[in-house]
């Protein structure tokens, strides 16, 4: 006996739909355009497949945005090529957070073009979600070999499982300019069996841009595989009825607000009538950012009981992958990690914060560190003298803590046979003192060099060696007058 994945579409509306949407038919035809415009197709589901989710706690970041990027205004916002160009640019992820089985209660307010309005999902949102679906965008060149469309400017690969949990990869194929937004088509990576390439005739998805008062109306037939023929048929009106701001764990955003009525149609053969069995009622809210958030409505406005949702956000696919580079940039302020929620330092470009938990430096050892290292850069060493070290420039410095500091060189080999131990005791003068050694030194950078501040302080460091001495300084760009003694053996 045969098994089939007829999935219920949920079609968002224009180009979003293409990279939002969970669920979809292989080759379903959707149509945006003016208002009340209306395509119909025939849709075959052309793959078995069930969505592959990642663990993606760890990716638990949060953004500062510029509050003047997110000010309500007066005027609906307009999502053009530029923005859907830059949700869509290689290098980009769309995540998708889904439940089937979870609802909560939220104003959507009305239908209302011409007044702002603010809407604010649950704080705890992420709560509601076990894993996240995973959509790539990628260069039409790195689509495999056999599976391209031609005339793609935009592809997106999505993760899934077939029934059987072998894994297989399902790549969509658009095209985008300042007309509109085509899928050309889509084509199936799998594991096991043969790969398929879908090149449908191309559909215009959405005009650009997509504005406030847009209403599309969509209709699919679905084609039964055994029969072949066409018994269900699916309607959907999509009307962006309002615009404002909406508070969502990315920030509060511009958005507009898109009702949506799902209409689910039967017959019993292809000359009997289609007769309407179901109406369910959606919102969508969509963002310029590539933020979104859809789900089931018990009614469609007011307070309402909001279920079977997904929510929507862009991250950079290196997040997600081995190997690659990853660039923070937060608008040229401090990234911030803590647990209280606050915001960077002013002075800071990583300022951490916790009452309970430390930083973690990289322990590494002797042989493994970097071979160009920056100055500056900070590791533990976890052999040969085990420590902090930094570079300071020329060389490996090992780090003290106070009132002690013990400085090593890189080499402990002797140049001579002759080992002549010197020690003293000092006054740092400003926070700075030279020692002299009491003969010249022809390899002062093979010195180890113990030294001990005597009393309250922040600590020593050797700055310097030459051949006739060495320089101490006190840690923190300290300035006190400190009496301190030094031990060390010239080779």
Not at 1 to 9: C, N
Not at 46 to 70: A, I
Not at 441 to 451: G, K, Q, S, Y
Request: glycine fraction near 8%; hydrophobic fraction near 35%.
């Amino acid at each position: 006996m045969k098994t089939y994945f007829k999935i219920r579409k949920s079609i968002l509306v224009g180009f979003f739909i293409l990279f939002m949407n969970f669920t979809s038919y292989a080759g379903a035809v959707l149509n945006s355009g003016g208002a009340n415009s209306r395509i119909a197709s025939n849709s075959t589901l052309s793959q078995s497949k069930r969505l592959q989710t990642f663990d993606v706690s760890s990716l638990n970041l949060k953004q500062t945005t510029e509050q003047k990027s997110v000010q309500q205004t007066n005027s609906a916002i307009s999502i053009s090529l530029a923005d859907f160009n830059a949700i869509s640019a290689v290098g980009n992820t769309w995540l998708l957070y889904e439940t089937n089985s979870k609802s909560f209660s939220m104003n959507i307010g009305t239908a209302n073009s011409s007044t702002p309005q603010t809407w604010t999902l649950p704080a705890n949102l992420y709560t509601y979600f076990v894993g996240a679906g995973r959509s790539d965008f990628i260069a039409p060149s790195s689509v495999p070999a056999g599976l391209g469309i031609v005339g793609a400017n935009k592809v997106m690969v999505t993760k899934y499982f077939d029934f059987n949990d072998r894994l297989m990869d399902v790549y969509d194929h658009y095209f985008i300019d300042g007309d509109g937004i085509d899928q050309l088509g889509t084509s199936y990576d799998l594991e096991f069996g043969e790969d398929d390439t879908f090149d449908e005739p191309n559909y215009e998805y959405s005009d650009v841009p997509l504005d406030l008062g847009d209403v599309f109306v969509s209709t699919i037939e679905e084609e039964d595989y055994e029969t072949n023929l066409s018994l269900t048929r699916y309607v959907q009106t999509i009307t962006a009825d309002a615009f404002g701001t909406i508070s969502t764990p990315d920030g509060v955003l511009n958005c507009l607000r898109l009702s949506i009525v799902n209409q689910r149609y039967t017959r019993t053969t292809e000359s009997n009538p289609f007769t309407l069995q179901s109406t369910t009622n959606q919102i969508t809210f969509m963002t310029r950012e590539g933020v979104y958030f859809t789900g089931t409505v018990s009614a469609t406005s007011g307070t309402v009981t909001v279920s079977k949702f997904q929510y929507r956000e862009i991250i950079p696919t290196a997040l997600l992958s081995e190997g690659n580079d990853v660039k923070l940039n937060n608008d040229s302020k401090g990234v911030t990690i803590n647990t209280d929620n606050d915001t960077a330092d002013p002075s800071a470009i990583l300022d951490v914060k916790s009452e309970n938990m430390g930083v973690l430096i990289p322990r590494i050892a002797k042989a493994n560190r970097p071979a160009s290292p920056a100055e500056g850069l900070l590791i533990y060493q976890v052999d040969e003298t085990p420590g902090f070290y930094y570079f300071d420039g020329s060389g490996w410095r090992i780090m003290g803590s106070s009132p002690s500091a013990r400085i090593s060189a890189e080499s402990t080999t002797p140049t001579t046979t002759s080992i002549i131990k010197q020690s003293g005791f000092a006054n740092l003068k400003k926070g700075v003192a030279f020692i002299k050694f009491n003969r010249k030194v022809d390899n002062p950078e093979d010195l180890i060099i113990n030294l001990q501040m005597e009393g309250e302080g922040k600590g020593l460091f050797v700055s310097k060696k030459t051949p006739e001495g060495f320089e101490v300084k006190e840690m923190n760009k300290g300035k006190s007058n400190a009496r301190f003694s030094y031990v060390f053996d010239i080779k």
